[in-house]
């Protein structure tokens, strides 16, 4: 069992920042990847970013891309996601995710273990 923590939502006005966190505890050897994915009521989870636990090397939604960066710190079990340039299609509730396999992909379906979620809200 893995347990996710997600911190530092809030609202925040467009073209500003956010960044949030995820502590991860409990079953963590092993694990491939993290991820953060948006949701909006009545929508699929949707996948913003991940990073491969092992390398550091991370994977954006074309959306994410150039405005927000993921990063790791294996030894707090922790990962991060730095988010700039917010605008009101960034509004949802973000989710951690872990993954016990790779290659990562852009699916929920393909997460273990979720936390659950930080509403981020951004103001016009």
């Known amino acids: 069992q893995v347990d996710l923590v997600e911190s530092g939502g809030g609202t925040v006005q467009a073209g500003g920042s956010l960044r949030l966190s995820c502590a991860a505890s409990?079953?963590?050897?092993?694990?491939?990847?993290m991820a953060w994915f948006r949701q909006v009521v009545g929508h699929e989870r949707e996948f913003v970013a991940a990073?491969?636990?092992?390398?550091?090397?991370?994977t954006y939604s074309h959306s994410a891309e150039d405005r927000f960066t993921i990063s790791k710190d294996n030894a707090k079990n922790l990962v991060h996601l730095q988010m700039n340039l917010l605008n009101d299609e960034d509004t949802g509730v973000y989710y951690c995710a872990a993954s016990f396999s790779l290659p990562i992909t852009a699916s929920p379906h393909a997460m273990d273990y979720w936390g659950q979620g930080t509403q981020v809200t951004v103001s016009s």
């Open positions: 990073i491969n636990w092992r390398t550091g090397s991370p």
């Open positions: 409990g079953r963590t050897v092993g694990t491939s990847a």
